[in-house]
Structures are given as C-alpha cells and as structure tokens.
C-alpha cells in the first residue's frame, strides 16, 4: 500500500470549512484513497473515498488532483463534534484488504 | 442495526493470566478484523478473517496470542500469558466483500486491556 503524509494537527473554526491535505505521490492505478475519522475513545468510522474523480457525501468531500497524488478532505462545516484525529489511506480497494493507519492529522475544532 | 459488538468494554488483568476478547460481527459481513492501538505503534492490523477462515495473521506479534472465528456471529481473540506491554485498546471491525471500491470497515467499539 502507498505511504501517505498528512499534517500532525490542525485546528479549525466552528463553522469554517476545514481543509485536511493528504500526500501520496508513491500511489498506484489502482488504489483508491479512503479517510476514515476516529473520535477520542471510539472506533474508527468511515468518511469517504474515491479512486481519481472528485466525491461528495452528507460527511465531506474528497479533492483528489489529477495526478492523484494527493488529495484533500473537506469538512464543509465544521462542528465541535468534528473534533477527531483522521486518516488519510491508501490501498487497492479489493474486498478484505486491510486498512493501514498512518499518524493521522488531529484535528480541534474551536468555538 | 446494534453494530459490531465487542466484550468486555474493560478488562484489567495481572501478568501471566490469559485474557479472552469477543467480537460479534455485523449481520452478514463476511471480513472480521482484529487491530490493536496503543500510542507508540497507533492502529495496527492483527488478524482478519474471511468467511470464518484466517487469511492473514502476520500482524499477531507472537504466539501469546491467538484468534479464532468458530462461527459467523463470533470471534475470539486470546492473550496467553499476558504481559504489561499487551496493554492496549483491541478493535473489531466486519465489513461486507462488496467487490471493488468501499469496503467500508465497521469498527466496534474497542476494549480496553490494562495487564499488571
């Protein structure tokens, strides 16, 4: 699976849009690029993710460049419950594939 | 849906004793995943299972520990004998082989190992 690189911490505004960046320029045809979040004390929950086209669900969107290597997550408008660490990974999206966490970006939304 | 159900939520135990952890899948996943987090290592794969058969176990740190999936609705995951550095949160995850693309993980919600 590429490596991926993401900020170690950022803090965000309730209410702005929070802008997470991800760096995976080793990426690979066919890997797709996932963001899952985990709240302090919980299990990681899924996000969003895509394979070169840009998406968009009721959570967030995914910018990913052409290139596909990187990719930014945005949280339109962030809430105190937004507060989290995320992860940004890469890996072919065949079922069963394991997911590999990296450090995360941790994320603090203020009021 | 009551998600993936992990037991128990706490569990504190004394060096060299064995700890059994249990995962309860989401109704008809048909992956189970065992990841370990601490702070120096993070989020780690241990052991994930398809269709109740082991398809990958070379994350188990050694052979203290055990999985097993005797069933669809059950996993178990085993710490003979513990040791303090065990001392971690045990995720289970399921998810649903849909083919390519999502594969969405469902984590449960962790347990909380402390060994003495």
């Known amino acids: 699976d590429a490596k991926t690189t993401q900020p170690t911490s950022m803090d965000c505004a309730e209410g702005r849009a929070a802008n997470l960046p991800c760096n995976h320029s080793?990426?690979?045809?066919?890997?797709?690029v996932y963001w899952y979040r985990q709240i302090h004390s919980q299990g990681p929950q899924y996000i969003i993710h895509g394979l070169k086209n840009n998406e968009t669900n009721e959570m967030a969107s995914l910018i990913i460049t052409e290139d596909r290597k990187s990719s930014t997550l945005i949280l339109p408008h962030a809430t105190l419950r937004d507060t989290a660490v995320y992860y940004c990974?890469?890996?072919?999206?065949?079922?069963?594939?394991?997911?590999?966490f990296g450090g995360g970006t941790r994320v603090l939304v203020k009021p | 849906d009551a998600g993936v159900i992990q037991s128990p939520r706490h569990e504190v135990t004394e060096m060299g004793q064995e700890v059994t952890l249990r995962c309860k899948p989401i109704s008809g996943h048909d992956y189970l995943f065992w990841y370990r987090q601490t702070m120096m290592r993070g989020l780690e794969l241990l052991i994930y299972?398809?269709?109740?058969?082991?398809?990958?176990d070379s994350g188990m740190p050694e052979d203290r520990f055990s999985a097993k999936m005797p069933n669809a609705s059950f996993s178990t995951l085993k710490i003979q004998p513990s040791e303090p550095r065990d001392s971690a949160v045990y995720f289970c995850?399921?998810?649903?082989?849909?083919?390519?693309?999502?594969?969405?993980?469902?984590f449960g919600p962790g347990t909380r190992l402390t060994v003495l």
């Open positions: 990974i890469v890996r072919v999206g065949t079922a069963g594939n394991k997911l590999t």
């Open positions: 995850a399921s998810s649903l082989g849909t083919g390519i693309g999502l594969n969405e993980q469902f």
């Open positions: 080793t990426i690979s045809g066919n890997e797709y």
């Open positions: 299972f398809n269709n109740n058969v082991p398809i990958d």
